[in-house]
């Protein structure tokens, strides 16, 4: 199940591959930057982020991010295509290596389960995730991810049409990310 990689170029030129496979966690590869191949094919993927067993809380669409010294690995926890009934949030943890072990705020291991959310649901935005992090030309850091609008009827049964949003990424004096103001307009399918 080696879904949504993302790669991150490490700022002593490693390349970074994490992935992940909804029930069974979050891995991580080195890869050759030379070929974009597994640096070393014998070893075994880094595991470094767990579900945390419960079947409704699965995790998918990580992605990591370096900003001065802490590495940060932000996945998607819950489950989407549900409309408003969705559970999907973003949480992340960070390391000062960029193998881990990745920490929630609290100082558990996301591997057994910690995190820090970043995102979650407040109405009408319901179930946030999925998304990816870049930066525009003034080196900003800006999260792109999509939610289900409340306001807005779906399909069959579910209240919460698909909406894709872009949204600014600040930074706490504490080094955490945070989310900050939707940027421009939501875009819907």
């Not at 949504?4 to 991580?28: C, E, F, K, N, T």
């Not at 819950?78 to 705020?105: D, H, M, N, W």
Request: charged content about 15%; overall charge neutral.
């Amino acid at each position: 199940n080696a879904i949504d990689p993302d790669v991150l170029i490490a700022p002593d030129g490693r390349h970074w591959m994490v992935y992940g496979s909804y029930w069974s966690g979050m891995y991580q590869v080195e890869l050759d930057p030379a070929t974009g191949a597994l640096k070393d094919p014998a070893a075994p993927p880094l595991h470094v982020a767990s579900n945390t067993a419960d079947r409704g809380n699965p995790l998918e669409a990580p992605t990591l991010l370096y900003r001065k010294g802490f590495y940060y690995l932000i996945v998607t926890y819950g489950l989407a295509a549900q409309g408003i009934r969705s559970t999907y949030r973003i949480v992340c943890g960070r390391s000062k290596s960029p193998t881990g072990p990745y920490l929630g705020f609290d100082g558990k291991p996301m591997t057994e389960g910690g995190n820090t959310v970043l995102l979650r649901s407040s109405a009408p935005m319901f179930g946030p995730g999925g998304g990816n992090f870049f930066t525009n030309e003034k080196g900003d850091f800006l999260m792109a991810y999509h939610y289900y609008d409340g306001r807005k009827f779906w399909t069959r049964d579910l209240w919460g049409a698909p909406t894709l949003q872009i949204r600014n990424l600040v930074w706490g004096a504490d080094g955490w990310p945070l989310p900050g103001l939707p940027v421009g307009i939501d875009l819907k399918p």
